[in-house]
């Protein structure tokens, strides 16, 4: 990967491979998660949290497969059942395609289970070598022999075990190969040598075992991801204008007739109601839209909510901790943080309001700004329901200003202003009759 960061840290459609991985695992409702860490193992564990029934194990020095899952067998010491094992690697398993792997595993009776599947350019995979249709050995890409290389049939790095023999069977794995490694994949040769059952399980889509080992199958996943994402929101009633352009996060929900327009990207727990436009080129991260809302072009809303029939943009941009009531309007290049924004109020052109409170069907002029930091702390501006702010005003933190007043163009507001009162914090105008003639006429003369 050429990275400081793990990689199955990497994100693909706003999860960690790591994380895609595990909450596959989660859906069999397994009664522990064991996650063998090794390269930047602290990073990992980090990364990780504390979640519930999860362990870290660290595989030090790393001896390959089969010396990984030895790692494990302290934590699951005394216990029974059945162990899957999967790859960090490889995110795109699908739950029921785990489900199928536990299922055959369990009605078998095998030991150990392997997850294969069929590519016509199998390179770099371990062959599965059968006799007489049954299972007898694994073998990696770089011990096969010319004959074997020719197998279509590969291991899929995820298995089921049977608890029971599969520690002492790991112990018995050599490394007599061209890494120098335990291969987990020789254990099948030993339970066939122990007379214990190996049985497979082939996946219809190869696609799915897909491992991460670079920048580009690492792209190449993430539009996997986001094109799997993209085909169910269009079958929910989503309509995307160009899906190939339209990047959307796992998590992410989006309600019925809403139309996403071509660049628009959504990211993180973003939500989404029925029947909104989102126009091109706009981002939201986090953020919570209802219905009805337009969002026009090349927003961006990070941490922030628009309620029900909001209206927002082009160009503007909504900041942590900003909430837009119903029917709020916020226009060209206008920035909001940390503000409330009442219902029906309007802030439509070239503003910024931070740290403010703006009441119901206020109306908050082109080019005004809150002043709400001193240098050392911030401080909180309130407009008052259906009060009107005049262009250009400059609101100095802390600042009230009350219901239905009025604040004239161009004033710069020190003091609280009292309800239905107006406001005027500018000079007085002085009109000098002829002035610009005669300096016309004097830089005429001194030219001469």
């Not at 999967?86 to 095998?110: C, I, M, N, Y």
Request: charged share 20%; net charge neutral; with cysteine.
């Amino acid at each position: 990967m050429k990275s400081a960061r793990p990689k199955v840290l990497h994100p693909a459609g706003g999860m960690s491979l790591i994380q895609r991985v595990l909450r596959t695992a989660a859906t069999v409702n397994p009664a522990t998660v064991t996650v063998v860490v090794g390269h930047e193992a602290d990073a990992v564990r980090a990364h990780l949290g504390r979640a519930p029934g999860l362990s870290t194990v660290v595989q030090e020095p790393q001896l390959g497969t089969g010396h990984a899952l030895l790692q494990a067998e302290p934590p699951l010491e005394g216990q029974t059942g059945t162990v899957i094992l999967l790859s960090a690697d490889v995110p795109l398993l699908k739950p029921a395609t785990l489900r199928a792997l536990l299922d055959t595993h369990e009605q078998s009776g095998a030991a150990a289970t392997v997850v294969t599947a069929m590519m016509q350019r199998p390179y770099g995979y371990g062959r599965i070598v059968r006799v007489g249709g049954d299972i007898a050995r694994i073998v990696e890409e770089r011990d096969a022999s010319p004959a074997e290389r020719e197998i279509k049939e590969i291991n899929a790095g995820i298995y089921a075990f049977d608890l029971a023999p599969l520690f002492a069977a790991l112990k018995s794995i050599g490394a007599e190969n061209a890494q120098g490694e335990y291969y987990l994949p020789d254990l099948v040769g030993i339970y066939r040598r122990q007379r214990r059952g190996v049985a497979t399980w082939t996946v219809s889509d190869a696609n799915e075992i897909r491992g991460v080992n670079s920048r580009s199958e690492l792209a190449e996943v993430t539009r996997m991801v986001r094109q799997q994402k993209n085909e169910e929101l269009m079958a929910a009633g989503v309509t995307l204008m160009d899906p190939a352009t339209t990047y959307v996060d796992i998590d992410v929900q989006v309600g019925a007739d809403t139309v996403l327009y071509p660049g628009v990207i959504l990211e993180g727990s973003t939500t989404i109601g029925t029947a909104c436009a989102i126009h091109a080129g706009v981002r939201l991260t986090n953020a919570t839209v209802g219905d009805r809302v337009v969002i026009l072009d090349h927003c961006v809303v990070v941490d922030a909510s628009i309620a029900n029939d909001g209206h927002v943009g082009p160009f503007a941009h909504l900041r942590p901790g900003t909430v837009m009531g119903e029917g709020a309007r916020v226009g060209n290049f206008v920035e909001l943080k940390k503000t409330t924004m009442g219902a029906g109020a309007k802030a439509n052109h070239l503003a910024y309001i931070g740290d403010a409170t703006i009441g119901e069907k206020a109306n908050i002029g082109a080019g005004t700004i809150t002043c709400n930091y001193d240098g050392t702390h911030k401080h909180q501006t309130t407009v008052g329901a259906g009060a009107f702010v005049g262009s250009n005003s400059t609101l100095v933190a802390p600042v009230t200003i009350g219901d239905n007043a009025y604040v004239a163009a161009g004033s710069a507001i020190t003091s609280d202003v009292p309800a239905d009162a107006l406001a005027i914090g500018r000079s007085r105008q002085q009109n000098k009759d002829g002035w610009a003639k005669e300096r016309r006429d004097r830089l005429a003369k001194a030219s001469e």
